[in-house]
Nanobody
Framework: QVHLVESGGGSVQAGGSLRLSCAASGVTYSGRICWFRHAPGNEREGVATILTGSEPIYYADSVKGRFTISQDNAKNTVYLQMNNLKPEDTAMYYC????????????????????WGQGTQVTVSS
């Protein structure tokens, strides 16, 4: 069982930056990890994903050029650096991980991911 814990959320003004962390524990994780976000009234959206220890990396169009996903394999942690934040980035951010042998529906698709963290809130004010 993989346990995911997000941290690093907070409140910032537009144009500011935050770095989110997703720590995987329970087992040494190997697979794909994705950052999702969910704002009230919207669908949960995959924003950035990385294959642990490897590439490729994918981003949603809405965050390309502003968000960067990275990993520290020694710490079993994936990061999401968010720059030039906009009010529309306000959401609960979750990290999710695939399960070995799970079906693949797309690198940013919710159905691809079996394990989910509890989320960390990001609020961007104008």
């Amino acid at each position: 069982q993989v346990h995911l814990v997000e941290s690093g959320g907070g409140s910032v003004q537009a144009g500011g930056s935050l770095r989110l962390s997703c720590a995987a524990s329970g087992v040494t994780y190997s697979g794909r990890i994705c950052w999702f976000r969910h704002a009230p009234g919207n669908e949960r959206e995959g924003v950035a994903t990385i294959l642990t220890g490897s590439e490729p990396i994918y981003y949603a169009d809405s965050v390309k050029g502003r968000f960067t996903i990275s990993q520290d394999n020694a710490k079993n942690t994936v990061y999401l650096q968010m720059n030039n934040l906009k009010p529309e980035d306000t959401a609960m951010y979750y990290c999710a991980a695939t399960r070995r042998g799970g079906l693949y529906y797309g690198a940013l698709a919710k159905k691809t991911f079996a394990y989910w963290g509890q989320g960390t809130q990001v609020t961007v004010s104008s």
